[in-house]
């Protein structure tokens, strides 16, 4: 029986729909989608190593024979333990909370072992992957061996048989990319590749066959930034705006401190391109506290005093906020009428603002996603701002851009700093100015590392900088305490910390709280009336507390390093030393500890991205499908830089001599078929 790539998954020999449900958790709906589901690893059977040449430390496999097997019972579940070896030694493997394996081994079986070494009593693994090598006889036909990602209720020999069928029964398999391409880097065809990475007989296959596939993904990523690019430079509308007057020049002058080099030249790109009537999209990219907000504003005061209007969207209504409060004062001085919109707002005080907004009765509008719902209209909005944009999707951020009647100028910001290859090939639509220099008059940050059972220590040596007049935030995971993590949450920490420092001095903030209640924690922080300000995660981006110094964070682990680097730029912003104090929970793995040492050791953000991307990978750093497009399965943005830039080049390349891809028609029946959600969400479909 043949099948196209485009068949049901179900239809392969062996699968039908329950296997099918199965795989469609791991994201595998069709045969395509099953053959691009790549092994995770690879073993190489060519060269067996025996069990007494093990070293601790390091990954290896090993065939072995079982010798014995035993169950203890513990609190957290059933531990199985397998004593396996060969005539050169023993080595245990063990399983926690795996009920399913208890009984299952049987002394005298050949036992496949792969895993990290470690040791106690005598080398072992812990939670290894294995395979019965007697009930799969096929493992000895070919020197390599296949690891696929797995889902619960399906096997690794499920997944490699179904992928064997797919590719002896296949037909119609097009090539996807063009002859050109392929001459160029002398890749193999696209079966070619295939078979290399699922059926190799020798590890040079698997990396040709991955080298070809690793540049694929990337090129169709690629096309799908051009296709947004383009789309965006043909778009209609666009005005130009009055980039020098009276209130720009009124707003720099009354600024109580001078700006950056890096500032004033992000205002120089930001107004050349708000002087030509072509609608400017850009993204201002800056490390923590580099002064990203004053070069935003100057931008919505070239609307204003063009007689038009801007608008600031935040993801919180902490730093919608943050950013109406803080900068009104200034604003005010301008003549620039500004007004906020949340959701909290009670219901006439709402609408009255709506429609003050509709009117053009106000200049500079900041607030949530409530600017985007339906019945909020603009008078003449000409500009747009985004900030922490990656905490919005692509379709939040068109629903605000379409509020304008001509297409509005739109400037995202972020402050998560990404490696320039990855900036430009994520946002490869956008132009993009960065500042990298901290505005002068701040004082040194440094960061340290204290273990929990240290806390009470930490605590009051807290409430002594607390006496001298500093102010402080406390930093929990959580909000209440869980049964399911053994995590200290804000509410138990603000109990703990009764004892060191009067509850009169402190507040507790989250984000279940009601918005005027953390409006006014917030209002009382800033004005000194209490020094300590026990919170969540909700007070990671935006907060300006200059006289703040202190920032302790409880279990840092659970924290990307780039939103520890957040955290941490809520400090530091005026002319007093401020510190950073880390509360490490005892049993913190070697890997974890070494990361957040990383942290300690620099301020450097770019660099700190960068390890958190490699960690972490792009999706959760950059909110990849908050941006529309796809995650990476088979590229890797950090190894892979230079396939990247090529891989960039050439799609870039081929939509500027055609944007339609009218010559390439398979490259654009491929990125239909493979990417229509992204295309759709893009505004390019």
């Known amino acids: 029986m043949s099948i196209r790539p485009d068949t049901s998954v179900q239809y392969l020999k062996g699968i039908g729909p329950k296997r099918a449900a199965r795989l469609a958790k791991l994201g595998i709906r069709t045969v395509e989608d099953l053959l691009f589901h790549l092994p995770v690893r690879y073993i190489d059977r060519s060269n067996p190593q025996p069990v007494s040449a093990v070293k601790i430390g390091e990954e290896t496999t090993l065939i072995t024979r079982v010798q014995g097997t035993n169950v203890r019972r513990t609190r957290k579940g059933p531990l199985v333990q397998v004593l396996a070896g060969d005539s050169s030694g023993q080595i245990t493997a063990v399983w926690f909370n795996r009920p399913d394996l208890q009984g299952t081994f049987k002394p005298g079986e050949t036992l496949l072992l792969s895993g990290q070494v470690t040791f106690y009593n005598q080398p072992q693994m812990v939670n290894p992957f294995f395979e019965r090598l007697d009930e799969n006889p096929d493992f000895f036909k070919s020197p390599i061996f296949a690891v696929y990602p797995l889902t619960e209720g399906l096997g690794t020999w499920e997944v490699r048989r179904a992928v064997a069928r797919a590719l002896d029964d296949l037909e119609g398999m097009t090539e996807t990319l063009p002859r050109h391409?392929?001459?160029?880097?002398?890749?193999?065809?696209?079966?070619?590749?295939?078979?290399?990475?699922?059926?190799?007989?020798?590890?040079?296959?698997?990396?040709?066959?991955?080298?070809?596939?690793?540049?694929?993904?990337?090129?169709?990523?690629?096309?799908?930034?051009?296709?947004?690019?383009?789309?965006?430079?043909?778009?209609?509308?666009?005005?130009?705006?009055?980039?020098?007057?009276?209130?720009?020049?009124?707003?720099?002058?009354?600024?109580?401190?001078?700006?950056?080099?890096?500032?004033?030249?992000?205002?120089?790109?930001?107004?050349?391109?708000?002087?030509?009537?072509?609608?400017?999209?850009?993204?201002?990219?800056?490390?923590?506290?580099?002064?990203?907000?004053?070069?935003?504003?100057?931008?919505?005061?070239?609307?204003?005093?063009?007689?038009?209007?801007?608008?600031?969207?935040?993801?919180?209504?902490?730093?919608?906020?943050?950013?109406?409060?803080?900068?009104?004062?200034?604003?005010?001085?301008?003549?620039?009428?500004?007004?906020?919109?949340?959701?909290?707002?009670?219901?006439?005080?709402?609408?009255?603002?709506?429609?003050?907004?509709?009117?053009?009765?106000?200049?500079?509008?900041?607030?949530?996603?409530?600017?985007?719902?339906?019945?909020?209209?603009?008078?003449?909005?000409?500009?747009?701002?985004?900030?922490?944009?990656?905490?919005?999707?692509?379709?939040?951020?068109?629903?605000?851009?379409?509020?304008?009647?001509?297409?509005?100028?739109?400037?995202?910001?972020?402050?998560?700093?990404?490696?320039?290859?990855?900036?430009?090939?994520?946002?490869?639509?956008?132009?993009?100015?960065?500042?990298?220099?901290k505005p002068a008059g701040r004082a040194e940050r440094t960061t340290k590392l204290a273990y929990d059972s240290r806390s009470a220590g930490v605590y009051r040596w807290l409430a002594e900088r607390i006496e001298r007049g500093e102010r402080a935030y406390v930093v929990c995971p959580l909000i209440e305490e869980s049964e399911k993590l053994e995590v200290s949450s804000a509410k138990e920490t603000f109990e703990e910390l009764k004892t060191f420092i009067k509850p009169s001095r402190m507040a507790l903030i989250h984000g279940r709280m009601k918005a005027d209640q953390r409006s006014l924690a917030m209002q009382r922080f800033r004005s000194g009336e209490i020094q300590v300000l026990v919170s969540t995660t909700v007070i990671e981006v935006g907060v300006d507390v200059p006289q703040a110094t202190i920032m302790i964070i409880r279990h840092p682990e659970r924290f990307g390093l780039a939103q520890l680097h957040q955290l941490r730029g809520r400090i530091g912003r005026g002319p007093r030393p401020s510190r950073c104090v880390l509360l490490l929970p005892s049993g913190l793995s070697p890997q974890a500890r070494e990361r957040l040492k990383v942290f300690a050791a620099t301020e450097d953000g770019f660099k700190l991205a960068e390890e958190d991307l490699r960690v972490r990978g792009p999706g959760q750093i950059m909110g990849t499908r908050q941006h529309g497009l796809p995650d990476l399965r088979i590229a890797d943005l950090l190894r892979d830089r230079n396939t990247l830039e090529a891989a960039r080049d050439d799609a870039f390349s081929i939509l500027s001599e055609d944007p339609r891809l009218s010559g390439y028609p398979r490259i654009a029946t491929t990125v239909r078929r493979r990417h229509s959600e992204s295309l759709r969400m893009l505004g390019v479909a």
């Open 181 to 437: 391409i392929l001459d160029k880097y002398e890749f193999p065809d696209i079966l070619a590749a295939l078979r290399a990475v699922h059926r190799p007989q020798r590890m040079t296959d698997v990396n040709r066959g991955l080298s070809r596939l690793r540049y694929e993904e990337l090129f169709f990523f690629e096309i799908l930034v051009g296709f947004r690019r383009n789309a965006l430079e043909y778009a209609a509308g666009g005005q130009a705006l009055e980039v020098e007057g009276s209130l720009t020049e009124g707003f720099l002058s009354n600024l109580p401190f001078q700006l950056t080099g890096d500032q004033k030249k992000a205002i120089e790109e930001i107004t050349a391109d708000l002087s030509v009537p072509r609608p400017m999209h850009r993204l201002l990219q800056g490390d923590v506290g580099s002064g990203k907000t004053v070069v935003a504003l100057h931008a919505m005061l070239c609307a204003v005093q063009s007689g038009r209007q801007a608008a600031m969207m935040a993801p919180t209504e902490i730093l919608a906020e943050q950013h109406f409060a803080g900068w009104q004062g200034i604003l005010a001085e301008t003549g620039a009428r500004a007004l906020l919109l949340t959701g909290s707002l009670k219901g006439r005080e709402k609408e009255e603002n709506r429609k003050r907004i509709a009117k053009g009765a106000v200049d500079m509008i900041f607030g949530t996603h409530a600017l985007i719902e339906e019945n909020v209209e603009f008078g003449d909005l000409a500009l747009v701002v985004v900030d922490e944009q990656h905490r919005f999707g692509v379709l939040q951020r068109a629903a605000l851009s379409a509020k304008g009647e001509v297409t509005p100028h739109v400037l995202v910001m972020s402050a998560t700093p990404i490696p320039r290859t990855i900036t430009l090939s994520y946002y490869g639509d956008l132009d993009v100015s960065v500042i990298k220099e």
